[in-house]
């Protein structure tokens, strides 16, 4: 009798546990990214040296959103440079998973960087907009009526008996107290360590510090017009520093646009710095050069240019650049025999998904 009831309580609890239940609506989609790029910068200076990047970019992976706030996403990237032997390079894995809200992402795996993070160009350069599209890390952004920002660690490289660790790390914060006002704080950091393996390296950190604000707003005849202005500061360096260089450093950062007819971007860039450097900031704003052992202390950059971002047709679209550089007034061979050197760049970016899963209400827990 004992055993008949413990049968009948067993075969009770499996139909109330394990009886099948509606899974979540799951959708799966198809995304690709296919991007063309033409990049040319004529410098001749002891800061950056020239250098012409063109070819084209796959993005390509699967998404699938488990519900209204969670995504999972595989695939890969794939760059061709014009001229290279190699098929893909470089050749990496997309794989993340992201939580959303109305206000929220938070992301584990690839990142999402466009326009890099945001940064100002003397903390992260525009070219990393083409040779580091991809990285990979930890990621939480806010995004609310009256402000938000960003905090995220990107890990570069591994800590290996041949090498040291490599990871930056970056804090972006913004608020909205008007608007026509944007106040901003932006910092970056990047680091070269690692506990398991010296790699016969020092351990090096350079962090860079930007706080000031922007005002913009609509202007006759000039369109939509905008003003930031910012001052840096940095400290460190990845590469050694020599004796008697300091390792602190400061600048100012000025930029103007205007938006004549809503068209075209006019803009012009002033930047003062007194031995200013950041690792992963354009060039042109360090006062150590290329080559570690040029060094100038106060700098002078101006930097005028055009920008048009075109929309096409079907999310296609056409971004066109076109700047002229000045560099502490040094002579140029670029544009006659005048200070100035020129860089220009052409994007095509051409998005575009495929559905290829539909909601799966009524099948089991158990997959039956």
């Known amino acids: 009798m004992q055993y008949r009831r413990m049968l009948a309580l067993a075969a009770v609890s499996a139909v109330v546990l394990g009886r099948a239940r509606p899974a979540t609506a799951q959708e799966l989609t198809w995304r690709n ?6 990049d040319n910068t004529e410098f001749f200076n002891p800061y950056r040296t020239g250098e012409t ?5 796959v993005l390509s992976y699967l998404s699938a959103a488990l519900g209204p706030r969670t995504e999972v996403i595989a695939g890969f990237f794939g760059n061709h440079q014009s001229g290279g032997t190699g098929f893909f390079d470089p050749f990496k894995p ?4 992201r939580y959303r809200t109305d206000q929220s992402l938070g992301v584990i795996g690839t990142l999402v960087t466009e326009d890099r993070h945001g940064y100002l160009e003397p903390l992260e350069g525009t070219l990393l907009d083409i040779v580091r599209p991809v990285e990979y890390g930890v990621q939480w952004r806010e995004q609310h009526t009256a402000g938000g920002g960003e905090i995220f660690l990107n890990w570069q490289r591994l800590n290996t008996a041949r090498s040291r660790e490599i990871f930056d ?17 932006q910092g970056h950091g990047l680091h070269h360590g690692g506990q398991l393996y010296t790699a016969g390296e020092p351990v090096a950190n350079n962090e860079v510090l930007a706080l000031g604000a922007q005002v ?5 005849l000039a369109g939509a017009s905008s003003l930031r202005v910012f001052q840096l500061m940095s400290h460190g360096d990845i590469d050694s520093l020599l004796p008697g260089r300091p390792d602190h450093g400061y600048g100012t950062y000025i930029r103007a646009a205007v938006t004549p007819w809503n068209w075209l971007e006019l803009f012009a ?14 060039a042109n704003y360090n006062s150590q050069g290329s080559d570690p052992s040029f060094y100038r202390s106060y700098r002078q950059y101006q930097e005028i240019g055009l920008l048009r971002r075109t929309p096409i047709e079907s999310g296609l679209t056409l971004d066109t650049e076109f700047r002229i550089h000045r560099v502490d007034n ?3 061979i670029a544009i006659g025999t005048s ?8 994007v095509v970016r051409a998005p575009f998904s495929l559905h290829v899963g539909s909601p799966s209400a009524g099948v089991d827990s158990a997959g039956q």
């Open 94 to 97: 997309i794989l993340g998973f």
């Open 33 to 38: 990214g296919v991007t063309f790029y033409a």
């Open 330 to 332: 040094r002579p140029s």
């Open 53 to 57: 990047l063109l070819g084209g970019q």
């Open 169 to 185: 790390y970056g804090l972006l914060l913004h608020a909205d107290p008007a608007r026509w006002l944007r106040l901003e704080l």
């Open 269 to 282: 860039i002033q930047w003062w710095g007194h031995d200013y450097l950041s690792n992963e900031g354009d």
């Open 339 to 346: 200070p100035w050197e020129y860089s220009y760049r052409v």
């Open 216 to 220: 913009s707003g609509k202007l006759p």
